[in-house]
Nanobody, 124 residues
Framework: QVQLVESGGGLVQAGGSLRLSCVAS????????MGWFRQAPGKEREFVAA????????YYADSVKGRFTISRDNAKSTVYLQMNSLKPEDTAVYYC?????????????????WGKGTLVTVSS
């Protein structure tokens, strides 16, 4: 079992920044690739970013490339999502999720565990 708890969401103006955190407990954090996903009102959940177990490989959705940065601290069992130049269309509930296989994380299907999410609202 792995428990995931996201934090750092909130209300921010367009052009602003937020940093999301996801703390994992349970099994060895470094055994898992990690991902961030988001779900906007009335839309399907979508992939945002993923990071390999070591942190050496990252992937991003085209919509956030150059604005968002995913990172992890295995000693703290935490994955981060630094979000800069936020846009109103970034408004969503953001979730972190894990799987041992990075390709599965990027696909967004078959994830082992999900957090409950943190809400990000970007005002125009």
């Amino acid at each position: 079992q792995v428990q995931l708890v996201e934090s750092g969401g909130g209300l921010v103006q367009a052009g602003g920044s937020l940093r999301l955190s996801c703390v994992a407990s349970g099994r060895t954090f470094s055994s898992y690739a990690m991902g961030w996903f988001r779900q906007a009102p009335g839309k399907e959940r979508e992939f945002v970013a993923a990071i390999s177990r070591s942190g050496g490989i990252t992937y991003y959705a085209d919509s956030v490339k150059g604005r968002f940065t995913i990172s992890r601290d295995n000693a703290k069992s935490t994955v981060y999502l630094q979000m800069n130049s936020l846009k109103p269309e970034d408004t969503a509930v953001y979730y972190c999720a894990v799987h041992w296989d990075l390709r599965t994380v990027v696909s967004g299907t078959g994830m082992d565990y999900w957090g409950k999410g943190t809400l990000v609202t970007v005002s125009s």
